[in-house]
């Protein structure tokens, strides 16, 4: 795995949904803040030094240093600054990267291929650096039309078909409403090595979409008063190892990404993500480590709630995590190419997923980012057809009661005015029309799955080409808000 990679996802891939909006600059010190993040960017453009400890020093806040290092910044700086090469700054946007204030540049690098660069600012008066990270982006989107719904789907083919075939887009998109398919392909390659294509019944990588699943399954024990969302963590785990945790958080700060948890994606986890069998695994990366705020006090997403909830589950059911979403989620839903495949199960059919540093380099599958299988965070897999028949099914309350199901979608913090995260849900508005779901990203993969409660519409984009799906989502998603 790059080192970049490795970095990259402990800093922006727990993002979330929607980051593509612009929206307003960084409430106060507009003129610090975009000179702090412009220096980012001039010394990185400079190309890559051997020792960046000055800079590190100079421009990053007391946390970032003391998480990740002198030594882990210098080496990660100078796989950005190679990354970036001599890049030219297009166009600046001001965006949220969700839970701090930051800024996200669009440019192209020295090979003319499309880049954003994030920098996530620290707070006033210094805006020092907190965050840092690179992703490509695909080719420009068509413009927004107001065209007729009947006509929408000749035009996303004949632009995912022209996508594909200049190498930009592998996977699989679904238009649906009320359950019935409005238009839905599969493209590019599923296994390039095997000649393998992509279909609708493939089952990809959803990254951090499966939180979805978990929350589910967290509502049905609700519904089965086998534990409430005021519970905390040691009223349902006494033995869990953190004794903070245990006294402080509750389930739903843990659902809402409330709860000061820190992520498990850490140099613990990376070390034995190949031997991981279990949710017990995973919270052994990080349950030792102090709690990042107060619960309740503020939201940053994180990837160890989740987990935290999976070993729940299993105590009030008394079924793995995996068996309970496969018993109680896929099944009753009629997802038949769904489950947490283990990356080395020859017989699953799942998409591979790819990386590649530039358009020049050669297609790099990502088995050896992954772990041995993914956890209540994410790491599941979906097929197209199964995710229609998901959000169907939430949409006819076949999974949990629509009491449960409202009370997931509630809102917990706004991040932007049309944007905000409820409980492993994102929730948000497009010219007017309500939408929940979420999105997942990661090397290789790169997905987007949103539902329109009043209306019945689905929007399904999956990819295992990493960071095409979000842009390709807004414009579909945008489009078909146009056309009802």
């Known amino acids: 795995m790059f080192r970049w990679q490795r970095f990259l ?71 950005l600054a190679t990354l970036l090469g001599q890049s030219e700054l297009t166009r600046k946007l001001a965006e949220p990267v969700i839970w701090q204030d930051g800024w996200a540049m669009d440019m192209f690098n020295a090979a003319g291929e499309p880049r954003q660069f994030y920098v996530r600012l620290g707070p006033a008066p210094d805006y020092r650096i907190d965050g840092l990270g690179v992703t490509t982006r695909p080719l420009d989107t068509p413009p927004i039309m107001r065209i007729p719904i009947a006509q929408l789907p000749m035009m996303v083919d004949i632009y995912l078909s022209n996508l594909t075939a200049s190498d930009g887009f592998s996977g699989a998109v679904v238009i649906a409403k009320n359950g019935k398919q409005l238009f839905g392909k599969a493209y590019g390659a599923a296994d390039r090595a095997a000649g393998r294509k992509n279909t609708l019944d493939t089952p990809f990588n959803l990254g951090s979409m499966n939180k979805m699943f978990t929350a589910i399954a967290v509502g049905l024990l609700v519904q089965q008063k086998k534990l409430s969302l005021d519970d905390t963590v040691g009223k349902i785990l006494p033995d869990y190892p953190n004794e ?12 809402a990404h409330r709860a000061g948890i820190p992520s498990y994606w850490n140099d613990t986890y990376f070390d034995t993500k190949d031997s991981l069998k279990s949710i017990a695994d995973f919270v052994s990366a990080f349950s030792h480590l102090p709690l990042e705020f107060e619960p309740g006090s503020e939201y940053r997403y994180s990837n160890g709630g989740p987990v935290i909830l999976g070993l729940m589950i299993e105590k009030l059911s008394g079924e793995s995590y995996y068996e309970f979403v496969r018993n109680h989620v896929y099944r009753p839903a009629g997802m038949t190419h769904s489950d947490h495949y283990a990356k080395d199960d020859k017989k699953a059919g799942f998409a591979v997923g790819y990386e590649r540093k530039q358009a020049s380099d050669p297609w790099k599958p990502n088995s050896e980012f992954l772990g041995r299988i993914g956890s209540p965070a994410g790491g599941g897999y979906a097929s197209a057809n199964d995710l229609v028949r998901f959000a169907d099914a939430l949409l006819k309350n076949l999974l949990v009661n629509a009491r449960t199901r409202d009370e997931l979608w509630q809102e917990q913090t706004k991040i932007r005015d049309d944007f905000g995260y409820a409980s492993l849900f994102g929730v948000g508005t497009i010219n007017g029309h309500r939408w929940v779901g979420h999105n997942g990203g990661a090397p290789g993969v790169s997905v987007d799955l949103r539902i329109y409660p009043e209306t019945g519409y689905a929007v399904i984009v999956l990819s295992n080409h990493g960071g095409v799906a979000g842009d390709l989502s807004n414009w579909v998603n945008r489009m078909i808000a146009e056309a009802i």
Request: charged residues 20%.
């Open 9 to 79: 996802i402990l800093v922006l891939f727990a993002c979330g949904v929607g980051l593509t909006a612009e929206v307003p600059a960084p409430a106060g010190g507009e003129a610090a803040a975009t000179r702090r993040a412009r220096q980012v960017f001039a010394e990185l453009n400079a190309g890559p030094v051997a020792d960046y400890s000055k800079f590190i020093l100079r421009a990053t806040t007391d946390e970032m240093r003391a998480k990740h290092g002198m030594e882990g910044l210098n080496s990660f700086l100078q796989e």
């Open 244 to 255: 903070e945790v245990r006294q402080k958080v509750t389930v739903q700060q843990l659902l």
